[in-house]
């Protein structure tokens, strides 16, 4: 998630010059189309630009809204499980002896762990393996997981209990059960008052419920349907636009002055502004679809994650704390 005040214009063109590229080269062959002898005249009516315009428009809104409500679905769920990791923090310490509590949120870090690692994992629809945001996050910044494993993360949290966790198809679902088994434990021998029971089941049910909202976000994109059919009206559009906006061009040469000459050039510009905010649109859209893949606009789950830790070993008494994650060249991740 970019956490500076904006970004930096020269950043955004860098990450977005593939497309003026295309535009600069679709635009050369619209003025050679339209002054080679063999095709001289050659253009396209404005109106079916105008009208391709205005449904790439409408599309591209409609996509870039529901991409936003993802992404801060995404955000509502981490939200939730930061105020749940507190009130799960606090009564383990209040109503169980310190070595229990430790253990209990010791292993909710750990389920905090596969669940980010999980969320991590690349999917044939994500947009970070192209290469102009593989390229951007090699410049910009790291993800944490990538420079970390998760056997090596929850070794640290669990000792020897991470082995039967890590041979789990699912780490987190394994680490919840074993949750719900010790609070029963602990419940059966009286450890616990009966009164807390049901808010400790409350909050494990909680976790479950937010990780099926992350897993649901996760494990569907973006509907394809939709995407492939923005991405299909984009190209047309911002191929036929140079060849709708030549003609206006090449009339104002005929007006004479000191634009004269050059007027009909002025078609690559103009092409390639136009283009370039069309599919910079498009782009941002896609590379927003997924918020968990670990892009420059995703929720910064590792963030979230290692601030939840700290908070919660500093308030089991430990001092050899993580540092935190700060962000790097205002991205946080």
């Known amino acids: 998630m970019y956490v500076g005040r904006s970004y930096k214009l020269l950043d955004f063109a860098l990450w977005t010059r593939r497309s003026v590229i295309y535009m600069v080269v679709v635009s050369g062959l619209a003025i050679a189309a339209y002054r080679l002898p063999a095709t001289v005249g050659f253009s396209v009516p404005w109106s079916i630009v105008l ?29 939730q499980i930061t105020a749940s990791s507190r009130m799960w923090s606090s009564l383990c310490r209040s109503f169980t002896d310190t070595a229990t509590a430790r253990q209990l949120i010791h292993r909710h870090l750990a389920w905090l762990t596969a669940l980010r690692f999980s969320l991590r994992r690349p999917m044939p629809w994500e947009s970070q393996a192209k290469e ?10 790291h993800v944490q997981e990538a420079k970390s494993s998760l056997g090596d993360e929850l070794r640290e949290l669990l000792g020897e209990e991470a082995e ?28 616990i008052p009966t009164q807390v029971y049901p808010e400790l089941m409350k909050l494990i049910r909680d976790f479950h419920d937010q990780q099926a909202r992350c897993d649901r976000i996760k494990n569907n994109p973006y509907p394809r349907q939709y995407a492939i059919i923005s991405s299909i009206f984009m190209i047309i559009f911002c191929t036929l636009l140079p060849f709708g906006i030549v003609p206006v061009f090449a009339d104002m040469a005929k007006l004479g002055g000191v634009l004269g000459p050059i007027a009909i050039w002025l078609t690559i510009p103009f092409s390639a502004l136009l283009g370039w905010v069309y599919m910079s649109l498009d782009l941002v859209g896609e590379s927003s679809a997924n918020p968990f893949e670990g892009g420059a606009n995703d929720v910064p789950i590792s963030q979230i994650c290692r601030d939840i830790e700290i908070e919660l070993r500093r308030g089991l008494g430990e001092t050899s704390l993580p540092a935190p994650l700060a962000p790097v060249n205002d991205i946080a991740t």
Not at 57 to 79: D, H, Y
């Open 132 to 141: 102009v945001n593989i390229e951007y996050r090699r410049r910009r910044y």
């Open 164 to 191: 039967s966790v890590l041979k789990s198809p699912q780490p987190a679902i394994a680490l919840l059960d074993m949750q719900l088994a010790e609070v029963n434990g602990l419940l059966k021998s009286t450890s």
């Open 51 to 79: 009208v391709l315009g205005t449904t790439v428009s409408l599309v591209t809104g409609f996509k870039n809204s529901q991409v936003f409500t993802r992404s801060n679905e995404a955000l509502q769920a981490f939200s």
